[in-house]
């Protein structure tokens, strides 16, 4: 009794501990690879990048090609249970955008969001997102607002995930929309300006 006891401590401590190391990528088609093999995609080139570098982090990508923030804000307390992250990488909004939902529904549920992860003890990483000046001059200004005010709870952020290619034909798919391979590294250089001073090594 007091040998099964151990082993069930020791196999807690061993989780918790790995727990403690893992980055949860939060996000829609664009961190999932939508369109591109998913070993070539940026959330794919993080964990090799922790990993040549001495991070000792587990990467898990939660995302969902076509999310919302309402649909991310449905799944993310599961999330949380499953995966005790230490860092929360969030990743929504562009979907609300292309179907030009109400942005006050989604500045509130990124809210929700940052709130529910920090009091899951896991420091958050928000990327922003912007849309295309078609959408209109109003609709695209309170949409990069709301990414502003979101931030303003203090998380690490990064204003416009896609900056450097959405604008860069070499670097999208065919749609228009997603980055393909090429522009993988990009993203990632993005993302690791913020996200490095959260981490620390082994």
């Known amino acids: 009794m007091i040998r099964l006891t151990l082993l069930f401590l020791l ?27 998913v070993e070539k995609g940026w959330v794919a080139l993080l964990q090799a990048k922790l990993e040549d570098e001495g991070y000792g982090y587990r990467v898990v990508n939660a995302s969902v090609s076509g999310e919302t923030t309402a649909g991310g804000l449905s799944r993310l307390p599961r999330a949380l249970a499953l995966h005790h992250p230490r860092i929360v990488i969030l990743e929504l909004g562009g979907n609300d955008g292309l179907r030009a939902l109400p ?49 303003k709870a203090r998380v690490a952020f990064l204003p416009f995930f896609l900056d450097g290619v959405a604008l860069t034909p070499a670097l999208i798919q065919a749609d228009g929309i997603h980055p393909n391979v090429l522009g993988q590294p990009r993203l990632l250089a993005n993302v690791w300006t913020v996200l490095r001073p959260l981490l620390r090594k082994k």
């Open 11 to 37: 196999a807690g401590i061993a989780a918790a501990a790995h727990a403690e190391n893992t980055i949860l990528v939060f996000g829609d088609s664009i961190s999932a690879g939508y369109g591109i093999p």
């Open 103 to 151: 942005v006050a529904a989604m500045r509130a549920n990124l809210g929700k969001m940052v709130r529910l992860a920090r009091a899951a003890r896991a420091s958050v990483v928000l990327l922003g997102m912007r849309m295309p000046p078609n959408y209109g001059p109003e609709y695209t200004a309170e949409f990069r607002r709301a990414y502003l005010d979101v931030a």
